[in-house]
């Protein structure tokens, strides 16, 4: 009778741990793919902070795992397991979403940005055609044309930027490009504004029309 208790005790506490907690692998599955899918979708590069943090979440799972696996069986939950993992998986299918809405947002500034350079660069052009050249101004004149097309060679590197989908790069250089446009023109301006002082009959002269379009 003794022996039959305890065989049957054995046998009690042998379904009991058997029956004891498992990992959640498919939830630890998922919750990393997702993460690898944020990775694909340039995360890393366009959302930083968020990804960041769910690699901080990856790494959460991981430790836990190891916490409960080195308990006794009876003692093992992977309650903590499981929720982190459901919450990484959401996360991180937010932040793929946030990266794409991020990398278009940085495309569209850096467009404008190149956009604003070439202006910049045009408007400058505009001011050195109409200014006066003399004896006085001409060798400042040439000067400023010579920073000018120094300048204006930077915006196909910055087209390439762009292209290339170095956004943040391509956005640097073409706000360097318009500063530098718009700083010739400045000079342009108060070289014509003294020269206008000396000369109070002088006028800029018209920017010729474009020819007109062949029928």
């Not at 930027?161 to 446009?181: C, L, M, N, P």
Request: net charge positive; aromatic share 4%.
């Amino acid at each position: 009778m003794k022996r039959t208790s305890l065989l049957m005790l054995v046998l009690a506490v042998a379904a009991l741990v058997s029956s004891c907690a498992e990992p959640p692998q498919a939830d630890i599955d998922a919750a990393r793919s997702a993460v690898e899918g944020a990775k694909t979708a340039e995360a890393p590069k366009y959302a930083t902070a968020e990804y960041n943090a769910l690699e901080d979440s990856v790494k959460a799972i991981s430790s836990e795992l190891e916490v409960q696996k080195n308990k006794f069986a009876l003692f093992r939950s992977y309650d903590k397991v499981k929720a982190t993992a459901m919450a990484t998986k959401a996360n991180a299918e937010h932040v793929a979403t946030l990266a794409q809405e991020n990398k278009a947002k940085a495309k569209a500034e850096a467009q404008a940005a190149l956009n604003d350079a070439k202006a910049a660069v045009e408007a400058a052009k505009g001011a050195l055609d109409m200014a006066p050249v003399g004896k006085d101004t001409k060798a400042d004149i040439a000067q400023m044309k010579s920073d000018l097309a120094g300048i204006e060679a930077q915006v196909p590197g910055v087209e390439s930027a762009v292209s290339s989908e170095d956004f943040f790069g391509a956005k640097d250089k073409a706000v360097a490009v318009k500063s530098s446009a718009d700083n010739v023109k400045s000079q342009v301006d108060a070289a014509i504004a003294k020269f206008q002082e000396k000369h109070p009959k002088w006028k800029p002269k018209a920017k010729a029309a474009a020819p007109a379009a062949k029928k």
